[in-house]
């Protein structure tokens, strides 16, 4: 076998980049950060929602709706979205909905969430507070720009506070009332103040009720305040230097599972932020949200209720390449066993370019390999190359480029032989892989 053959070239990648991105693949996970490296098909829509993201700086905001059967890369397109805004210095949120954690039909519950997940390019979940600082800081100096003495500063940043949360309080006076109870527990040095008003500024339930008397706010977050939260969330971070909030509701698809009563309140809830969105209450915000086909076209998904239906019919009647990525829907296609390929090859390139014996790792699994490989991870899941990536990119780096990588005479084609257990797919892994309908698994009531 021939090794004379370098890696493609391609661009600079740090260490702790790759190493995120193939350390989560290993595990056979999406990664968190680096998704344009792993990028391969999306060109098509970057114009699209490249523009939309720099509309939302300006002022407006977008909905999305993003269709694609599991498997077909959702959380992939997401995420990488999702790191082109924090580019754009977005903070961002991806929130799983599921009944039990995250029902939609409780935006408090999702409100909740969002806080413990935000995120900024400078900060980690939870940045909800360093956002508060960061926005406290911008108004100090905001006043001394303007001239103000340094004994009247906290009494100007009150009066800018009431200012520039006007329009919010006009809809969540609670939300305001909150700030000011934080800043002034710091203010006094009060840390278990400042931290649990901050915690129910977050929307967390059960906040010691000394804290909420000291800010001057009552009870929990309910489902009506919720929204008039997330408006004062975007004022405070478009105010504190940021551009926006990019928001994912993932797992939408799960509402078809729920009691119909959950099921339509959750729907209705989604109408409701869509058509909030629509209104312009909330600028600066782009929101989206994933599910599968059968969510957006079945009787027990968006066609439930009508006026939802309204707002999220797309014609996906053309051919796929006449897609339109500025509809509000957008339909990833999934993958065919070329496009798994292709993504074998770039992530075995980017594998090579952090690896003590790049031109071992491409002799050894060289292009025909990759495809030997895809064809043979598509085969075990019933020819199903839509729902092999996870799963074949987990082979690919844990059982072969690493064993090529630690060991000088490992072959892939001699040495491995491809298993794959029950054990280590997902549900639909498992269905795919049935040899027959009576091996499907269910989810029955």
Known sequence: MSTDQPPRPSPPVSVARRRDVIDALRRGAVPESGLDLLATGLGRFETALDAELDAV????????????????????????????????????AEIQISETETPLHKLETVYRRLTERLATPGFPPSALRS??????????EDALADGVPEEKLSDEVDRLTEHRLAEVSLHAPSFAAALRGYRTAQEVGDEATASAVM??????????????????????LDHFGALGFLQGLLTVLRDSGHAGLFLVLDEVETLQRVRSDARDKALNALRQLIDEVHSGRFPGLYLVITGTPAFYDGQQGVQRLAPL????????????????????????????????????????????????????????????????????????????????????????????????????????RRHYALTVSSTEMSDVERNAAAGSADEVELELP
């Open 131 to 140: 956002v508060v600082d960061a926005w406290f800081y911008a108004l100090e």
């Open 57 to 92: 700086i300006s002022g407006t905001s977008v909905f999305k709706a993003v269709r694609g059967e599991y498997g077909s890369g959702k959380t992939f397109f997401t995420r990488w979205l999702g790191e082109r805004a924090k580019r754009r210095n977005f903070a961002v």
């Open 199 to 220: 915690a129910w500024l977050g929307g967390q339930p059960h906040v010691a009720a000394s804290a909420r008397r000291a800010a001057g706010v009552r009870g929990d």
């Open 309 to 412: 239906a309204q707002r999220l019919a797309t014609d996906f009647t053309t051919d796929p390449r006449f897609d339109n990525p500025r509809a509000v829907q957008l339909r990833l296609p999934g993958f065919t066993l070329d496009s798994l390929v292709g993504l074998g090859l770039t992530v075995r390139d980017l594998y090579a370019s952090g690896s003590s014996a790049p031109y071992r790792v491409v002799a050894s699994a060289d292009d025909a390999y990759i495809a030997d490989l895809a064809r043979a991870v598509g085969g075990a899941l019933g020819g199903k190359a839509g729902v092999a990536p996870r799963l074949f990119l987990k082979k690919l780096v844990g059982d072969v480029l690493d064993r090529i990588d630690q060991f000088d005479d490992f072959d892939p």
